[in-house]
């Protein structure tokens, strides 16, 4: 049977960007860099992107499309069946784990464009109550979990179509859309009185403001952020054609993931301030700092139901992507076919993910090593397991396969003269640059 693949090279920027703008831009980048020093963080953030991150993403795009094959099989046949297989098993269990909670996320979101279509927060007179709502609302024993199963079940649907029929189409028309409503609310939001505040708080710099932590939360973001060591960027670029250029396709997604967190920053916190509220990151900062702000806003009721829309569509492209890595492995490894393959890892991520959104409620005591499921889940895989696949792939790449083969296909044998250009650069950074920075600020991160 012949394997699906992409049509187009805008859709494999498309569906790698949608994979890489998701729940990370909003509701985190521009909190850290508020918190951690202003335009200082983002120099910092560009230099972790560019001399770390981008090499992981070009190491990842590059066993993927060398092997054409779903991430575990990827490592199995480059290595020669050798035990780097089991490295890349785990990178395909990991998003799995994460499409179960981030679901949960993705179903809240679901609830709020809800509630913004009725206009559940205009006017509400203090944030206290918009936080009860809230509260109230992840407590409950039945509405997180619905929406999570038809976030989940929206997901699923996606990938069923295929790669280029779903996720490819899907992806196209959601991040133009995405695109275009962030840019309407960072426009309108910059019109507010007071907005001033928040530019400052996102672009002056302030160098006193950086400490070693915030090395350590520039490269945890930009992993995320990225989605590397997920096996997704791996499994993406095993449909991805022969003939496209790896170093355009990595530096363009980093470039509009990165352009992306800065817009979302612009939309949010000028917003935030002009309120004369402290921002805050997270959950707090999407469900109860905004919807209060939007129902303080004119044109407040508009702009929460754009929001929250923005929230799912770029939520939606980033798990159909975490998705996919599991279907792959099941399509090509256990010889389902998509649709058996898509409904069972809906049904295992559902009773994962029921979990995971029972822990703001009925499961609120359950702990496992001192945190909530929903806790534990989202610090040992965005923490551990994603930094560890990382760490995984450049050690392959650099160490495990052959100079000459990742040469060929990072310069599609030799025809892209700037890759040919780059490539002395890039292999010093994958050998020695990435994995050395991955463990020190790993380590200095449990310190
Ligand atoms: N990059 C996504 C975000 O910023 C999250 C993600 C991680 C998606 C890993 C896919 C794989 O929210």
Redesign the pocket.
């Known amino acids: 049977m012949s394997r699906d693949s992409f049509g187009s090279r805008l859709g494999v920027l498309l569906a790698m960007a949608g994979?890489?703008?998701?729940?990370?831009?909003l509701w985190r980048f521009p909190y850290l860099v508020g918190e951690n020093g202003g335009a200082a963080f983002i120099i910092i953030y560009l230099i972790c992107v560019c001399f770390i991150c981008l090499p992981i993403f070009i190491s990842e795009f590059v066993i993927g499309r060398r092997s054409q094959k779903n991430a575990y099989a990827a490592f199995r046949d480059l290595s020669g069946g050798s035990a780097w297989r089991w490295a890349g098993l785990m990178t395909v269990i990991v998003?799995l784990i994460?499409t179960s909670y981030y679901c949960v996320i993705g179903g809240w979101a679901f609830a709020y464009l809800f509630k913004s279509c009725t206009f559940s927060f205009t006017g509400e007179a203090s944030q206290a109550a918009v936080s009860t709502m809230f509260s109230s609302f992840v407590s409950s024993p039945w509405s997180p979990v619905i929406c999570q199963a038809l976030f989940l079940l929206a997901t699923t649907l996606i990938v069923i179509i295929g790669i280029k029929d779903g996720i490819e189409r899907f992806s196209k028309l959601m991040m133009t859309l995405l695109f275009v409503i962030v840019i309407a609310i960072a426009v309108y939001a910059s019109t507010l009185p007071g907005a001033g505040a928040g530019f400052e708080y996102l672009f002056k710099p302030d160098f006193s403001k950086v400490t070693g932590e915030s090395f350590a939360a520039a490269l945890g973001q930009a992993f995320?952020?990225?989605?590397l060591g997920?096996g997704?960027i791996m499994t993406y670029a095993s449909y991805v054609d022969k003939k496209d250029n790896v170093l355009f396709q990595s530096s363009a997604t980093a470039i509009a993931d990165t352009m992306f967190a800065l817009i979302a920053g612009m939309a949010i916190m000028p917003a935030v301030f002009a309120f004369g509220i402290n921002p805050q990151s997270g959950p707090g900062l999407v469900f109860e700092t905004l919807p209060y702000v939007f129902g303080q806003m004119p044109g407040g009721g508009l702009i929460a139901i754009l929001f929250f829309l923005a929230l799912i569509v770029a939520a939606l492209t980033?798990s159909i992507?975490?998705l996919e890595v599991g279907v792959a492995y099941l399509i090509e490894e256990k010889k389902f076919n998509r649709t058996k393959a898509c409904v069972a890892l809906f049904l295992l991520c559902w009773v994962v993910g029921l979990f995971c959104a029972l822990s703001f409620g009925p499961l609120a005591d359950v702990k496992l090593a001192g945190r909530s499921i929903f806790d534990f889940f989202d610090n040992l895989s965005s923490n551990i397991l994603m930094t560890l696949g990382s760490l995984l792939t450049v050690l392959f790449v650099g160490w495990r396969l052959k100079k000459t083969d990742i040469y060929d296909e990072f310069t599609n044998g030799g025809t892209i003269s700037t890759n040919v250009k780059v490539f002395g650069v890039l292999w010093f950074l994958i050998r020695y640059v990435a994995p050395v920075a991955i463990i020190v600020i790993f380590i200095s991160g449990l310190l």
């Open positions: 994979s890489a703008v998701g729940l990370g831009n998003p994460v995320f952020s990225l989605s997920f997704t980033s992507s975490m």
